[in-house]
């Protein structure tokens, strides 16, 4: 059950964007909500950095409460932190002491969404965290709050590799928590042309090819969404296949299901730029318009039970 969600914010209406899918979480669960921002004073050398530090705590702690208070009036429950240091830094140190579900934060973007998160505090986060982390848009305006529909959505997008179903357990974890269905999605590649043999005979027109790997991903699908029922019998889940570019692929899937969120595994290595930025969910993060909830692949030893590690090739 999600019980803690930390929210980071910098004192700007961008960070607290956030807020909207971590109170839309917040209501089916009864999550507590963990209000931080990192405090940084900036002094002259030879100057004693304690009271611009403390008046920097001062500041920070008064924003805080005042976003609790209104979150207090709207019925959630929250607590404030204002560590003083780097913001990454201590979104992973409060998350760890907090024992938080999950992190919620907003991106900012810079020079475009072609530069959305190089060198951000998030690709710092992203790069580190072993809980999963909810990444909200600042750029772009807010729709309605997909989260709070009756029975929403979160798609899952797999492309039959183990990587990719280590977003299974946290995807159905919280389908369970907030009362959600489970869309699972496979793009495939779109046949270009006749398949033929080195005779030059024709083995399979582009239709046949189409229909041959529809069916293809249809099937592992549906043994995905049977593994699912096995572990949890309540689950809703159900299944799409698309055809084209995965990041286009993806983004279909995610308009035409009406998705509150896409839930994608990542790799979490030395920065963002070998960790999300140039993969499938650094594109969907980078072009999408749906809030993405990235999850770090537990090591083999440390694999949820039901994630099978056998190796599967992707098509």
Known sequence: MLSKILVPLDGSELAERALAD?????????????LMRAVVAHTLPGVDARPAQADAIAEADGYLRGVATDLQRRGFSSEIATPYGPAADWILEEASLRHADMVVMSTHSRSGPARWLVGSVAESVLARATL???????????????LL????????????????????PAAAALAEDVGAELVLTRVQRTPTGVLTATDAQIVAYVDQEEAALAAEATDYLTSIARRLAAQR?????????????????????????????????????????RAVFGSVAGRVLEHGTTSLLL???????HAPAGVKLEQRSAR
């Open 22 to 34: 971590a109170t839309a979480l917040s209501i089916p669960t009864a999550a507590r909500l963990i």
């Open 132 to 146: 999963p982390v909810l990444l909200v848009r600042a750029w772009q305006p807010r729709e309605r709050e997909l």
């Open 149 to 168: 529909q009756d029975q929403p959505r979160l798609l899952v997008p797999l492309d039959g590799s183990v990587f990719a179903e280590a977003a299974l």
């Open 233 to 273: 019998p309540d689950a809703r889940v159900s299944t799409r296949v698309q055809f084209g570019d995965p990041v286009v692929g993806i983004a279909a899937s995610a308009a035409e299901t009406g998705a509150a969120l896409i839930v994608m595994a990542t790799h979490g290595r030395t920065g963002l730029s």
């Open 295 to 301: 999850v770090r692949p537990p090591s083999p030893k």
